[in-house]
Nanobody, 120 residues
Framework: VQLQASGGGLVQAGGSLRLSCAASGRTFSSAAMGWFRQAPGKERQFVATITWSSGMPFYANSVKGRFTISRDNAKKTVYLEMNSLKPEDTAVYYC??????????????WGQGTQVTVSS
């Protein structure tokens, strides 16, 4: 499975960004797609996940109500709509393919990451 993330950038606090993650290869081998993020000097943390089959989403408490994860099965693409962005959302965002649990160890395939910077 190959994953290509895009859509990051610089935005002011309160603004919005939409990340995309295009998957290719044996995507059927993974039950779900997830987004994680890693700020400088910090551990990579879970953001959101969605199953390919039912589209059931799950979010970290820190982004619930502000971020929306969605998927387009035909395009094998997952999106992360990020609204009301805060400076603490600044991080490199990674998409990943795995089991759908909010734990890094459940994801076998990772994209290259896309930088999101939120200015105050």
């Amino acid at each position: 499975v190959q994953l290509q993330a895009s859509g990051g950038g610089l935005v002011q606090a309160g603004g919005s960004l939409r990340l995309s993650c295009a998957a290719s290869g044996r995507t059927f081998s993974s039950a779900a797609m997830g987004w994680f993020r890693q700020a400088p000097g910090k551990e990579r943390q879970f953001v959101a996940t969605i199953t390919w089959s039912s589209g059931m989403p799950f979010y970290a408490n820190s982004v619930k109500g502000r971020f929306t994860i969605s998927r387009d099965n035909a395009k094998k693409t997952v999106y992360l709509e990020m609204n009301s962005l805060k400076p603490e959302d600044t991080a490199v965002y990674y998409c990943a393919a795995g089991d759908g649990l909010p734990l890094k160890r459940g994801y076998d395939y990772w994209g290259q990451g896309t930088q999101v910077t939120v200015s105050s």
